[in-house]
């Protein structure tokens, strides 16, 4: 295991801001070469730009051309961004593999669950990046990287709004019913609202999270984290 001289940046080009060494963003681009059957990469949010991600989908698209399996984890709030969202129909067209999660806590990439390249700070990205090669370390963040897989969403299932931070609290009210399947009635009562304002209320939070129907809506927002 050894520590990166330079930014974790410039280790991994696909940020908005230009690689400080272009002999690390030369590193990355041969490690993503001479993968021969998986790329996992995981991304907390980011300020994108319509060339980085070109960038990584043209790295991308050389991979998954020689059968490699290309995974990319997102933090959710990424596609509440244009930029990030309007690329997601690209990527899946293009045979990537991409979720979002409503946390992802450092960057990092995995190659060949062999070769890994983990911020060494998540808190700062100047801090550097920790390389590391072979044994049980990488198959353990392989591992858990597959986990967080496991638990997040399709893209699909992201709403536009970054957060839960845009709900009033009778849509969350309305929205903890729905996930647990009451009626309108039910929800009339408990909130002390016509069933008129449930209906209209139940239908904001249902176009807010892409839901076609009450009950989708309340699980998508269980799931985002939206009710924690």
């Keep these: 295991m050894r520590r990166a001289t330079a930014s974790w940046t410039a280790w ?3 940020t908005s801001r230009p690689p400080r060494s272009p002999g690390l963003a030369r590193r990355i681009t041969e490690l993503s070469e001479q993968a021969g059957h998986e790329i996992l ?3 907390p949010a980011a300020d994108w730009t319509p060339a980085s991600l070109t960038e990584g989908l043209e790295r991308s698209e050389r991979a998954l051309a020689r059968g490699v399996r290309v995974r990319a984890l997102h933090a959710q709030s990424s596609f509440a961004q244009p930029v990030p ?3 997601v129909d690209r990527w899946t067209r293009q045979g990537r ?3 979002a ?3 992802v806590p450092t960057r990092m990439l995995i190659y060949d669950r062999h070769t890994a390249g983990v911020q060494a700070d998540p808190a700062d990205l100047d801090s550097g990046a920790l390389v590391i090669r072979g044994g049980g370390m990488v198959r353990s963040l392989a591992s858990l990287y597959d986990n967080c897989w496991m638990a997040a969403s399709e893209p699909k299932d992201v709403p536009g709004s970054s957060d839960a931070g ?3 609290e009778q849509q969350r009210a309305v929205l903890r019913l729905l996930a647990v399947g009451a009626k309108d ?3 009339a009562r408990t909130l002390g609202v016509s069933t008129r304002t449930v209906t209209r209320v139940a ?3 249902s176009t807010l999270l892409g839901a076609t129907s009450r009950f989708q809506a309340g699980v998508r927002a269980t799931r985002l984290g939206w009710l924690d």
């Design 12 to 14: 991994w080009s696909s």
């Design 85 to 87: 969202r309007g690329f």
């Design 203 to 205: 239908g904001e939070v």
């Design 41 to 43: 990469s995981m991304h």
């Design 101 to 103: 999660a409503p946390v």
């Design 185 to 187: 009635s039910a929800l």
């Design 166 to 168: 845009a709900l009033t």
């Design 97 to 99: 593999e991409v979720r």
